[in-house]
């Protein structure tokens, strides 16, 4: 039973949230409890001194994914480093995977830097949790929390005095969410670090750094930081450090810039590294990619290690292929060889900076002003001015301004700030100066442009670069070595060029009316690679023919969790439609999921892990069957859904409307296609309703409609209800499609009750016969758990009741519980189904506590 000493998270900031155990808890259940203390730790922290330490604290679901990566943990003795441990979420995912491993260490010795006060308190808490499982799991634990400066003490550490012995400072492992920070060129830290040999502009690297030297040979590491560190020359140092010390083995990439910290809102591009310490390099490293910690569906590429460094590269970046298809778009790009300095262009950053030049600035031109040109000017290829907009359009022509213009040439111009929402991470328009009347122009600090010993370019080299950069090919290549949303000039002269007679043979084709991205792709195609369209290979066909199926799902309404690549390959797979094929050529065949995954694999360069066929069939394909695009089984219709030998088909109306896709039909098919997909869906209601979920009441089965929030309502009523309130009588339980499964009026008026079931009733109400208590319960999948508001409602609805009323929030699992964890009201009851014997109640003394509301007092 966890119990909390405070009211609200938000209360009493200085004294940590307590648990106690009804019962010893598994080492699985150790992570849960030590994200309870996170949670409520990132709740109370005080945000400057959080964003003063670029603390994130790491969710259980990222520490267990980071931890997994270990290689074999079969050592008598194992010594465990973190140099930034917060609350200890990493050390807790460490001891329980050890507790859980068939060869246990005999001795595990940890040591734990954290600075902050507030969140050491917790970290205790952490490791005395640590320190219950490791007895259970007979593992002799000793642990130091170290309250100093990790860089400070590292350093230390790495040049001994007399009275240290560098033997105590080594580590068989470490483990690391190092923070994030910016650091001074001229502060103490920096001076710190170059003391180690390493010049370093963020101290994520600096922990990295420190940490590596502390590790005793072979010894291993797995980290957590941003991808920034793979390129670039800032971080050049830090990669010669790394990469001559370390052994890479795993790298783990997060497609999503959100999710891996959705909690604190960070927008960096994230990764986790695995390496060991030893100088002869693993002859091949695993590339896994997923959209967050919590997606099952893992792509893996397995590739060299000199395809990942490659050899004599002076800058040693780090490349990042997750997939095959990946591969084609370096091996294309490779067909270019020019630098901008072998074609005696340059790329400069916009010179004017308008917060440092507003009194020059002017809503729209006049005869004293020159056009400034911003972002929001780019349209379909070239520049669109003036635009009525709230941005100042012009700029006053003044002694004080000139260093700012350029001559009014024609330039190319690039965007170097992209949305989380743009399509494309390389933006270029073409700067016509034939279009805008003046002699000087003016370019915002948002902006990057071509030109060449600062003046304009020939109109058609121009109209060929800013094709060469919109295409498909180029924005793949920079996604793939660029973890940032930014397209700074360093990264376009780092970049790879056609020569100039290839630029201006494009350039040719190009005319005032800019081509699609399409157009441009195959422009690319035909004139620089001397690719023909039909192979299968050419990574632009497969990239717009997973980008097709996209635009489908999307047309056909799917939800937002579906409209991703994963459901895209999948409808692909079903329909059998190769890169190259037509649409009209659509077929239905039978297949299974893992022959889809084999189809994503051979023919769209996507290898996803084996054990993700469940997620294919949860998170797609079921949604299909929903929707009604797919039939199940139609050659044996008695054959059980959950049969290895189940088999998919596109539905036949499905199919005929797919195969209209790209013609002049594809509007009105689709459009009649919506129109009777109700129909469709009737047509296969019952068969499934041969899945619905059966659960008995008072003698009699009844049933629930398959998927959902019932499937935690059986379990509720088979597991929750047989434990919690023996003999009890189930008087309402809801169902998703139908409204509820089973009311008892009667018995709900005779407990001074009367209820509308069409109001906002609970998922499921008991009336517990023994303690005489009535128990509402919400199941959470998709709507939320008794939150105050929630609780509120249920006291006004049920304010006549003539017992005790206790409330329940039940969930699936752990992870789903911690999603809502904040929002649970006090004065309630949690209940995991994963964890079925265990009840949480928040602020009380016993489980399934009866309350009494104080009307005059209550504050919630």
């Known amino acids: 039973m966890f119990q ?6 938000t209360d009493n900031h200085h004294k940590p949230l307590e648990f106690k155990s009804l019962s010893k808890c598994s080492a699985r259940n150790l992570l849960g409890e030590v994200d309870l203390l996170r949670i409520a730790a990132s709740l109370k922290q005080d945000q400057k001194q959080k964003g003063k330490l670029g603390q994130f604290l790491t969710p259980a679901s990222v520490a267990e994914l980071m931890v997994g990566m270990f290689g074999k943990l079969a050592r008598p003795q194992i010594s465990l480093l973190d140099a930034g441990a917060g609350v200890g979420s990493l050390l807790a995912a460490f001891v329980a995977n050890l507790c859980q491993s068939q060869q246990r260490p005999i001795n595990l010795d940890i040591v734990a830097y954290e600075i902050d006060p507030f969140l050491i308190e917790y970290l205790h808490q952490t490791l005395k949790l640590c320190t219950r499982e490791c007895q259970i799991a007979g593992i002799s634990l000793n642990y130091e929390i170290r309250n100093t400066d990790f860089i400070e003490d590292a350093v230390r550490l790495l040049q001994p005095s007399s009275f240290d012995n560098p033997d105590n400072c080594r580590f068989t492992h470490a483990i690391l969410n190092p923070p994030y920070l910016k650091i001074n060129a001229h502060s103490k830290v920096r001076d710190l670090l170059r003391s180690i040999g390493l010049e370093a502009s963020n101290l994520y690297t600096g922990f990295i750094a420190a940490t590596i030297q502390l590790l005793e040979s072979r010894g291993e590491l797995v980290a957590i930081s941003p991808r920034s560190f793979c390129n670039g020359p800032y971080f050049r140092d830090f990669r010669r450090m790394f990469l001559e010390m370390m ?113 020059y600035l002017c809503l729209m031109p006049n005869q004293n002003t020159v056009p400034l040109i911003y972002p929001l000017n780019f349209s379909k290829g070239y520049v669109e001015y003036p635009k009525v907009t709230k941005k100042h359009q012009a700029l006053v022509y003044a002694e004080e301004t000139v260093s700012l213009l350029v001559p009014n040439e024609h330039y190319v111009l690039t965007k170097r700030f992209s949305s989380k929402e743009e399509k494309k991470r390389v933006v270029a328009v073409v700067y016509d100066a034939n279009q805008i009347n003046c002699s000087w122009v003016g370019f915002e600090n948002h902006l990057n442009y071509f030109h060449k010993d600062g003046r304009g370019l020939n109109l058609t080299l121009a109209r060929g670069l800013a094709a060469y950069l919109n295409s498909s090919l180029v924005d793949a290549f920079f996604r793939l070595f660029n973890g940032h949303t930014q ?81 895209a390959l999948t409808l692909l797979a079903l329909i059998n439609l190769k ?75 499905t199919l005929e409307l797919l195969r209209t896709y790209g013609t002049i039909e594809w509007k009105k098919s689709i459009h009649t296609y919506l129109a009777s997909v109700e129909t469709l869906k009737k047509r296969y209601a019952q068969e499934r309703e041969l899945s619905r979920i059966p659960i008995v009441i ?163």
């Not at 909390?4 to 998270?9: A, E, G, Q, T, V």
């Not at 091949?284 to 997923?290: D, E």
């Open 4 to 9: 909390s000493s405070s009211r609200k998270f």
């Open 247 to 359: 052994a890479l083995d795993q790298i783990h990439l997060f497609e999503s810039r959100q999710e891996a910290f959705s909690d604190d809102e960070v927008l960096q591009e994230t990764i986790i590294i695995h390496a060991v310490k030893q100088k002869p390099k693993f002859d091949n490293v695993t590339i896994s990619t997923s959209s967050n910690a919590d997606d099952d569906f893992i792509l893996s590429n397995s590739l060299a290690y000199t395809e990942i460094v490659i050899p004599n590269d002076s800058q040693q970046f780090i490349h990042i292929i997750p997939d095959t298809l990946s591969q084609q778009f370096i091996k294309k790009i490779a067909n270019f060889t020019c630098t901008l300095k072998d074609l005696e262009l340059t790329v400069s950053t916009g010179r004017v900076v308008d917060f440092r030049a507003k009194e």
């Open 487 to 567: 397209v700074n000039a360093t990264d376009l002269r780092n970049l790879k060029y056609p020569t100039i007679a290839q630029l201006m043979t494009v350039g040719l084709y190009i005319t005032e009316h800019f081509p699609s991205q399409k157009e441009i792709d195959e422009l690319l195609q035909e004139e620089l690679l001397s690719m023909s369209n039909q192979s299968e290979n050419n990574p632009l066909i497969i990239r717009t023919r997973i980008d097709e199926a996209l635009q489908i799902l999307i047309e056909l309404g799917l939800p937002r969790a579906q409209l991703n690549e994963r459901s």
């Open 579 to 653: 890169p190259t094929d037509p649409w009209e050529t659509a077929a239905s065949p039978l297949i299974g999921i893992t022959p889809m995954m084999e189809f994503m694999a051979l023919h769209y360069g996507k290898t996803y892990k084996p054990n993700t066929r469940e997620t294919v069939r949860r998170q797609t394909v079921h949604q299909f069957l929903d929707a009604a695009l797919i039939i199940v089984n139609p050659d044996a219709p008695e054959r059980p859904v959950n049969s290895p030998k189940t088999v998919y088909q596109i539905e036949e109306s």
């Open 698 to 860: 008072e003698g009699e089965v009844k049933t629930l409609s398959p998927g959902g929030q019932n499937i935690l309502i059986e379990k509720i009523i088979e597991e929750f209800a047989e434990r919690f309130t023996p003999g009890g009588k189930l008087i309402y339980v809801g169902d998703t499609d139908e409204k509820f499964a089973h009311f008892n009026e009667v018995a709900l008026r005779n407990l001074g009750v009367t209820i509308d079931s069409h109001g906002k009733m609970p998922d499921v109400i008991i009336h517990h016969l023994k303690n005489d208590w009535l128990v509402l319960i919400e199941a959470v999948t998709s709507h939320g758990p008794i939150n105050p508001k929630r609780k509120k409602e249920l006291e006004v609805i049920f304010a006549d009741l003539k017992i005790p009323l206790v409330m329940v929030t039940t969930f699936l699992s752990w992870k789903a519980m911690v999603e809502y964890l904040a929002e649970i009201a006090w004065e309630t009851d949690v209940w995991v189904a994963e964890d079925s014997t265990h009840l949480i109640h928040f602020n009380g003394e016993y489980l399934l506590q009866a309350y009494k509301v104080d009307r005059d007092s209550e504050t919630e």
